[in-house]
């Protein structure tokens, strides 16, 4: 299986500061059709996810345009230029290249200062 | 637009079974697959298993197999997941979420709590 590792694991950063959540994977996340399957989600205190990018990059309808993800390969990364009070909660990463099963990081818990 | 909507909590006692429903609209169920996540107290998303509504496929996680079955009723646009001889740490959320192949989590339903005491 896939294993799916984040860094830092909790955040605490500044509104109105930039922020940056970093996911590995343990082999190469680009499959056979030259795609890579990373997506990324948010999971606010007692809701469910909420997809915010899908294949590393491509965020999803109505997600900011502060979040952006990036990277290839095994290293990814999470940005939120400048974090708003909405920004809290759990972020993680998930790969759907080598499934199943699919696989999750432990998630990043961003918190405001 | 897409939506799931779940079945309520549940509180069952060890040794039995639950079952929990996942109702989709706004979209054409027969066209995605539905993935089974749940979240202990506290614990990250940990994937269950996948079924695909139009044919007979599933993919469980190994560590639920021979615990969980998944199906489905496209006559009412339902997916169901039952897990059995339930244990103490089975108590959890429950989300179903859209699934179609490499197109993961893009609609998610609210969660069902199921809770496993004596």
């Known amino acids: 299986d896939v294993v799916m590792t984040q860094s830092p694991l909790s955040l605490p950063v500044t509104l109105g500061q930039p922020a940056s959540i970093s996911c590995r994977s343990s082999?190469?996340?680009?499959?056979?059709?030259?795609?890579?399957?990373l997506n990324w989600f948010h999971q606010r205190p007692g809701q469910s996810p909420r997809r915010l990018i899908y294949?590393?990059?491509n965020r999803d309808s109505g997600v900011p345009d502060r979040f952006s993800g990036s990277g290839s390969g095994t290293d990814f990364t999470l940005k939120i230029s400048r974090v708003e009070a909405e920004d809290v909660g759990v972020y993680y990463c998930?790969?759907?290249?080598?499934?199943?099963?699919?696989?999750f990081g432990p998630g990043t818990k961003v918190e405001i200062k | 637009q897409a939506q799931l909507v779940q079945s309520g909590a549940e509180v069952k006692k060890p040794g039995a079974s639950v079952k929990v429903s996942c109702k989709a609209s706004?979209?054409?169920?027969?066209?995605?697959?539905i993935s089974w996540v749940r979240q202990a107290p506290g614990q990250g998303l940990e994937w269950m298993g996948w079924?695909?509504?139009?044919?007979?496929?599933?993919n469980y996680a190994q560590k639920f197999q021979g615990r969980v079955t998944m199906t489905t009723d496209t006559s009412t646009s339902t997916a169901y997941m039952e897990l059995r001889s339930l244990r103490f740490d089975d108590t959890a959320v429950y989300y179903c979420?859209?699934?179609?192949?490499?197109?993961?989590?893009?609609?998610w339903g609210k969660g069902t709590t199921v809770t496993v005491s004596s």
């Open positions: 979420t859209r699934d179609q192949g490499h197109d993961f989590g893009d609609v």
């Open positions: 706004g979209y054409s169920f027969i066209s995605y697959g």
């Open positions: 294949m590393v990059s």
């Open positions: 082999q190469s996340l680009v499959y056979s059709d030259e795609n890579t399957y």
């Open positions: 998930m790969q759907g290249t080598h499934w199943p099963p699919r696989t």
């Open positions: 079924i695909s509504p139009h044919n007979p496929n599933r």
